[in-house]
T-cell receptor, first 108, second 115 residues
Framework: KNEVEQSPQNLTAQEGEFITINCSYS?????LHWLQQHPGGGIVSLFM???GKKKHGRLIATINIQEKHSSLHITASHPRDSAVYIC??????????FGEGTQLTVNP | DTAVSQTPKYLVTQMGNDKSIKCEQN?????MYWYKQDSKKFLKIMFS???????INETVPNRFSPKSPDKAHLNLHINSLELGDSAVYFC??????????????FGPGTRLTVL
């Protein structure tokens, strides 16, 4: 079993819908990343957080350290949000352990 | 101004060949990484260097050898390429080792295809 589990693996939504992607982990961490990988392949860091909540535009990330769980929310989703969203946890030092990603498709 | 750049973007080669992928960052970061993304899109750490010193060396065949000539560069050399080496390889960098807010910045990836 992977130390970082994401759900769902695939998600299809209609434009405008509110989207939630979940990440659960089983190890002690110092921080958690949410990354976005577009169809072209490039990886962009969306958030890095260790507690509470962060917001950037239509994206919101929350983390509950006690429950070892994080969520990524997208409000008013748009087709350009279609991408793979990857959760990664930072353990000791600089090592990142990745989830398998969630493929999001937003239809117009 | 590309923060983390990799060359080449695509690499197609025959089994048994030796090839290198180069990575450069202009962010002034101390730590650089190589990740492999397999066909299922799963990312896994391979190596990490901090100030030109190897600090993470995962269970990777010794045909893979990273080289860091200076803090801004981390190259990946692969000997005797095998079919299973086909993947996308990502370079990344961060300001330091520890620290909650040492965010990693990724390069565009190099798609390696071994025929």
């Amino acid at each position: 079993k992977n130390e970082v589990e994401q759900s769902p693996q695939n998600l299809t939504a209609q434009e405008g819908e509110f989207i939630t992607i979940n990440c659960s982990y089983s190890v002690g961490i110092s921080a958690l990343h949410w990354l976005q990988q577009h169809p072209g392949g490039g990886i962009v860091s969306l958030f890095m957080l260790s507690s509470g909540k962060k917001k950037h535009g239509r994206l919101i990330a929350t983390i509950n350290i006690q429950e070892k769980h994080s969520s990524l929310h997208i409000t008013a989703s748009h087709p350009r949000d279609s991408a793979v969203y990857i959760c990664a946890v930072k353990q000791g030092g600089s090592r990142l352990t990745f989830g398998e990603g969630t493929q999001l498709t937003v239809n117009p | 101004d590309t923060a983390v750049s990799q060359t080449p973007k695509y690499l197609v080669t025959q089994m048994g060949n030796d090839k290198s992928i180069k990575c450069e960052q202009n962010l002034g970061h101390d730590t650089m990484y190589w990740y492999k993304q397999d066909s299922k899109k799963f990312l896994k750490i391979m190596f990490s260097y901090n100030n030109k010193e190897l600090i993470i060396n995962e269970t990777v065949p010794n045909r893979f050898s990273p080289k860091s000539p200076d803090k801004a560069h981390l190259n990946l050399h692969i000997n005797s390429l095998e079919l299973g080496d086909s993947a996308v390889y990502f370079c990344a960098s961060s300001r330091g080792l520890a620290g909650v807010y040492n965010e990693q910045f990724f390069g565009p990836g190099t798609r390696l295809t071994v025929l």
